[in-house]
């Protein structure tokens, strides 16, 4: 999918927290465990006098055979809890959100590490005929996935296709412009102009929803305006062909964020159901962006590129760009898991926490060359995103 989103998608492995308000909301591109049963079942307070028709009630609502085993029953129809039943409770709450929380850093780091490699290490120049195999094997793997009703997919219609051609044409660009920019650009200050999307969708948000932010929000922006101008000042490995894609991009995915909140309602309007969940929205983004794929390759003449390059016969290379594709749909996957597990606030700061680490490795990995200033101006943009999403949650 694209370098840090999670389809959106693509995911957009760089989604913020405004593009899954209305989604979740996105939880694109997993039902809810019933807390009332669980309480019932394991929780009754002692002494609790109950009918036999009651109990019989109760113990078909357990939520497992060992939670059944592990009550007790007294001559007095008292229900005794056993404490391990509580410890194994708390302990599924704390793991949960740690879990899917380390499973989508995971993927998002992975994912734009595979990127980098494909397109720089390897010496590919073919960034749409990469994001267009990487979007077939998405599309392929959701597909296969709803007709085993593994995931719940939305029937199709021209209405539907026909709304969400104009998200469709954003996400296409935006991630063409996001392989590009990856390949000009060292991750490091790629992360970093990044937050420059983020200014881009709040001013969009203050035209366009009339929505204003807090002087601590507008504070932030300013700092990462200045993170940004003194990474690219102070990097010594710029290029301004890089530096352009990345703005291109950073554009594209707020245009991306804002278009699809104004379309989504509209969307779920024209659906049979009368809803779009995010796992048809993933399968939307991904299988109409199919076509447009293939009609940039022809215009840019990337098939003759494909076709003649010697790249394409190194087994291992096709390995690293399969990896990276069925990473973009994870991405997706474990964003919404992550999002039921916590909510859109937790998932924006980590969002912004996860930076620090892909800065690090793509800096040790690709062997950036860091200056002192540089290497200042880096700490200073992850420390004014984390600002900005802090910001955001108060």
């Known amino acids: 999918m694209s370098t840090e989103f999670k389809l959106n998608v693509t995911v957009n492995p760089d989604v913020k927290e405004s593009d899954f308000n209305s989604s979740l909301e996105i939880s694109p591109h997993g039902g809810k465990v019933n807390v009332v049963r669980r309480l019932i079942g394991g929780f009754l307070p002692r002494g609790k006098q109950l009918s036999g ?50 499973a989508y850093c995971l993927s998002s780091c992975s994912m734009i590490l595979l990127n980098k490699i494909v397109l720089s290490s390897y010496a590919f120049n073919a960034g749409i005929s990469l994001m267009f195999f990487q979007n077939l094997i998405s599309t392929i793997i959701v597909i296969v996935l709803g007709l085993f009703r593994v995931v719940s997919l939305e029937k199709l219609n021209w209405k539907l296709i026909k709304v969400w051609i104009p998200v469709n044409v954003i996400f296409v660009a935006m991630l063409v412009s996001g ?9 490091a200050m790629v992360t970093i102009l990044k937050n420059v999307t983020n200014i881009m969708t709040a001013v969009g948000e203050l035209y366009i929803f009339r929505k204003r932010q807090s002087q601590k929000v507008w504070t932030a922006m300013f700092l990462m305006i200045i993170s940004a101008v003194t990474g690219g000042i102070t990097d010594l490995s710029f290029e301004a062909a890089g530096y352009t894609w990345q703005l291109v991009n950073c554009g594209l995915t707020a245009s991306y964020s804002l278009t699809l909140r104004r379309v989504m309602d509209t969307a779920k309007a024209v659906t049979k159901s009368g809803s779009l969940n995010e796992v048809s929205m993933v399968l939307l983004n991904n299988l109409l ?58 998932y924006s700061l980590v969002g912004s926490l996860n930076k620090i680490p892909i800065s690090i490795a793509g800096i040790l990995l690709f062997n950036v060359p860091v200056s002192v200033p540089n290497l200042f101006s880096i700490l200073f943009g992850l420390f004014a995103g984390v600002f900005f999403a802090k910001a955001k949650m108060s």
């Open 289 to 346: 962006s199919l076509p447009f794929g293939a009609l940039l390759i022809i215009i840019f003449d990337e098939w003759t590129y494909v076709v003649n390059a010697d790249v394409i016969k190194i087994p291992m290379f096709w390995v690293v760009a399969t990896a990276s594709g069925l990473l973009g749909l994870a991405i997706s996957f474990t964003s919404m898991w992550f999002l039921n597990q916590t909510g859109p606030t937790t």
């Open 53 to 102: 028709d009651i109990l019989s009630s109760i113990e078909r609502r357990g939520t497992n055979e060992r939670s059944r085993s592990n009550r007790v029953m007294s001559d007095n129809n008292e229900i005794i809890v056993d404490p391990n039943d509580k410890r194994e409770h708390e302990l599924k709450v704390v793991s949960g959100p740690l879990i899917s929380g380390a």
């Open 179 to 187: 392989m590009y920019s990856l390949k000009h650009i060292n991750i």
